[in-house]
């Protein structure tokens, strides 16, 4: 019992009368103890106390039925601080156990008690902590949103700036480390500096391996990270998330505030420009036991931050690997193409949250959307056509032109070009699609719907059309702009002529090479 339960053998009610009828009233103890039925040390001992003092247990309680099984419990609450907190023996299952395993004829009152009593002397106690401006912890934490219509796991990046409470929430489609380090660039602009120290768990984006003497390896991005920042890096103890108690909370105060009901945005990016401005919002809360808002305190931090690099550090994963005979590059577990020229080169592949570019040298030969589906494609048809002006036949079967949305123009211009032309019409079409390489889609259908209006099927044509629109002069479609041709003049044919027609084998009208008519 606690020593101020009134809920004993004697109430307050009694303890007050016992005591006014002796210390007001002036009667005897002896008295006072024959009128309420009660023993004159009692009587005594309410004299000493103003309220029930509750019973005061002298020596620990003794369990001679469980004594021979306490052991067992011990053992696997030990064991039990080793495993996941939901996968923990209950007392009720520590007593089934006692029972199957070793043979336990007692209750289940007495086996709870003794689980709940070890529990509750084994629970850690922690002191108070200051903390110095400049300082920040940082953490991830989990929530659903829905981007663009579907519904999907924002992995959110947290930091907390324990003296003043000031925090900053990025959210990324997962805790990767192209988006731990594009969340340190983001939460560094918002703070307008660089924390002097920050304090993590041990996360595999920034420790590669926890050495036998408690010191970290740390990961060569990370480790970029700092040199381009200058942060000082301090690391919580394994398995104990009251090490940064601040973000902790800050995690779950974003989920609680930022994200219910589950926000739904366009893109990542308009979910993260709601998050920062709930951030914004928030340094203008007053919070229990501070005279000052969040925006006041955070002034001291400022003050105690270091300053931004003059370039902001590249948010990304790089990993050298080699171009395939397919003209692909893999980046965790998915193919991105490159343009075939490039095939079997060693290449540079940097991811970031968004994007995948690869790098040849000092030039950027492919970019695209970052996909974060397991074991798939990304193609970009432009990378393929070079090669596939020379392997024509493989047009209808090539992989990445498959879901290509072109104008209806195209395909128009194609079926013109393979009647007209048979196998040669396959060539000139892919020699169209190259003019993508260079001018704009809607340049080149544009040209392409001209080429078709004026009957000028040819790739030449629609060349010459493209140059034409984007130098706003008119076309000349006519041999004067290929002066390597031979021109020609067909002569008016005369009702005589068809009579040649009866004669076998058939001749033709005489052409000379003159002009064009």
């Given at each position: 019992?606690f020593?101020?339960?009134?809920?004993g053998?004697?109430?307050?009610?009694?303890?007050?009368r016992?005591?006014r009828?002796?210390?007001v009233?002036?009667r005897?103890?002896?008295?006072?103890?024959?009128?309420?039925?009660?023993a004159r040390?009692?009587?005594r001992k309410?004299?000493?106390?103003?309220?029930?003092p509750?019973?005061?247990?002298?020596?620990?309680?003794r369990?001679?039925k469980?004594?021979?099984w306490?052991?067992?419990?011990?053992?696997?609450?030990?064991?039990?601080?080793?495993?996941?907190?939901?996968?923990?023996?209950?007392a009720?299952?520590?007593?089934e156990?006692l029972?199957e395993?070793?043979?336990y004829?007692?209750?289940?009152?007495?086996?709870?008690d003794?689980?709940?009593?070890?529990?509750t002397s084994?629970?850690?106690?922690?002191?108070p902590?200051?903390h110095s401006?400049?300082e920040?912890?940082a953490d991830?934490g989990?929530?659903?949103?829905?981007?663009?219509?579907?519904e999907?796991t924002?992995?959110y990046?947290a930091?907390?700036?324990?003296?003043?409470?000031?925090g900053f929430?990025?959210?990324f489609?997962?805790e990767?480390t192209?988006?731990?380090?594009?969340g340190?660039?983001r939460a560094?602009?918002?703070f307008?500096?660089?924390?002097t120290?920050?304090?993590y768990?041990?996360?595999?984006?920034?420790?590669?391996?926890?050495?036998?003497d408690g010191?970290?390896?740390?990961?060569?991005?990370?480790?970029?990270?700092?040199?381009h920042y200058?942060?000082?890096?301090k690391f919580?103890?394994?398995a104990?998330?009251?090490?940064?108690g601040?973000?902790?909370?800050?995690?779950?105060?974003?989920?609680?505030?930022f994200?219910?009901?589950?926000?739904r945005?366009a893109?990542?990016?308009?979910?993260?420009a709601?998050?920062?401005?709930?951030?914004?919002?928030?340094?203008?809360?007053?919070?229990?036991g501070?005279?000052?808002t969040?925006?006041?305190?955070?002034?001291?931090?400022?003050?105690?931050?270091?300053p931004?690099?003059?370039?902001?550090y590249e948010?990304?994963e790089?990993?050298?690997?080699r171009?395939?005979?397919?003209?692909l590059?893999?980046?965790r577990?998915?193919?991105?193409?490159?343009?075939?020229e490039?095939?079997?080169?060693q290449?540079?592949?940097?991811?970031?949250?968004?994007?995948?570019?690869?790098?040849w040298g000092s030039?950027?030969?492919?970019?695209?959307?970052?996909?974060?589906?397991r074991?798939s494609?990304?193609?970009?048809?432009?990378?393929?056509?070079?090669l596939?002006?020379?392997?024509?036949?493989?047009?209808?079967?090539?992989?990445?032109?498959?879901?290509w949305?072109l104008?209806?123009?195209?395909?128009h211009?194609?079926r013109l070009l393979e009647v007209?032309?048979s196998k040669?019409?396959?060539?000139?079409?892919?020699?169209?699609?190259?003019l993508?390489?260079t001018f704009?889609?809607?340049?080149?259908s544009?040209a392409?719907?001209?080429?078709?209006?004026?009957?000028?099927i040819s790739f030449?044509?629609?060349?010459?059309l493209?140059l034409?629109r984007?130098?706003?002069r008119?076309?000349?479609?006519?041999?004067?702009n290929w002066?390597h041709?031979?021109?020609a003049?067909?002569?008016?044919?005369?009702?005589?002529?068809?009579?040649?027609?009866?004669v076998?084998?058939?001749t033709l009208p005489?052409?000379s090479?003159t002009?064009?008519?």
């Amino acid at each position: 019992m606690f020593p101020w339960d009134t809920g004993g053998m004697y109430t307050v009610e009694l303890y007050a009368r016992v005591r006014r009828a002796v210390h007001v009233d002036g009667r005897s103890q002896r008295e006072v103890a024959r009128e309420f039925g009660l023993a004159r040390k009692t009587v005594r001992k309410m004299l000493e106390y103003p309220v029930p003092p509750g019973y005061q247990r002298q020596k620990p309680v003794r369990r001679p039925k469980l004594g021979p099984w306490q052991a067992a419990i011990d053992a696997i609450l030990e064991e039990d601080k080793s495993r996941p907190h939901k996968q923990r023996h209950t007392a009720k299952r520590i007593f089934e156990r006692l029972r199957e395993e070793h043979g336990y004829a007692g209750g289940y009152t007495i086996v709870k008690d003794y689980v709940r009593q070890s529990k509750t002397s084994a629970r850690e106690m922690f002191v108070p902590l200051s903390h110095s401006p400049g300082e920040a912890q940082a953490d991830f934490g989990e929530a659903l949103v829905v981007i663009a219509g579907v519904e999907r796991t924002a992995h959110y990046l947290a930091f907390d700036l324990p003296h003043s409470d000031d925090g900053f929430v990025a959210a990324f489609p997962a805790e990767t480390t192209e988006a731990f380090l594009e969340g340190h660039v983001r939460a560094f602009a918002y703070f307008g500096g660089v924390p002097t120290r920050i304090l993590y768990d041990n996360t595999k984006l920034a420790v590669a391996r926890i050495l036998g003497d408690g010191e970290r390896q740390k990961t060569r991005a990370f480790s970029e990270m700092q040199s381009h920042y200058l942060f000082a890096e301090k690391f919580g103890r394994p398995a104990k998330g009251n090490d940064k108690g601040k973000v902790e909370g800050l995690v779950g105060y974003a989920r609680r505030n930022f994200m219910v009901p589950i926000p739904r945005a366009a893109s990542w990016e308009e979910l993260n420009a709601h998050l920062e401005d709930g951030c914004r919002k928030r340094r203008e809360r007053r919070l229990r036991g501070h005279g000052e808002t969040i925006a006041e305190r955070f002034e001291r931090d400022r003050a105690a931050l270091l300053p931004l690099p003059a370039v902001p550090y590249e948010g990304c994963e790089k990993i050298t690997t080699r171009v395939t005979s397919l003209s692909l590059v893999r980046y965790r577990s998915n193919d991105y193409s490159v343009p075939t020229e490039y095939g079997h080169r060693q290449v540079l592949v940097k991811g970031y949250v968004h994007q995948v570019v690869v790098v040849w040298g000092s030039e950027v030969i492919a970019r695209h959307e970052r996909s974060y589906e397991r074991e798939s494609a990304v193609f970009d048809p432009l990378h393929y056509l070079r090669l596939l002006e020379h392997k024509s036949r493989a047009l209808e079967q090539a992989a990445p032109l498959v879901g290509w949305q072109l104008p209806d123009c195209f395909l128009h211009l194609r079926r013109l070009l393979e009647v007209r032309l048979s196998k040669h019409g396959r060539r000139e079409y892919i020699q169209v699609l190259r003019l993508l390489e260079t001018f704009a889609l809607n340049e080149v259908s544009g040209a392409i719907e001209d080429a078709l209006r004026m009957n000028t099927i040819s790739f030449d044509a629609v060349r010459h059309l493209v140059l034409c629109r984007i130098e706003r002069r008119p076309p000349r479609l006519d041999l004067q702009n290929w002066p390597h041709l031979p021109l020609a003049k067909v002569r008016t044919t005369a009702a005589a002529d068809y009579m040649t027609l009866l004669v076998s084998p058939p001749t033709l009208p005489a052409v000379s090479n003159t002009e064009v008519a």
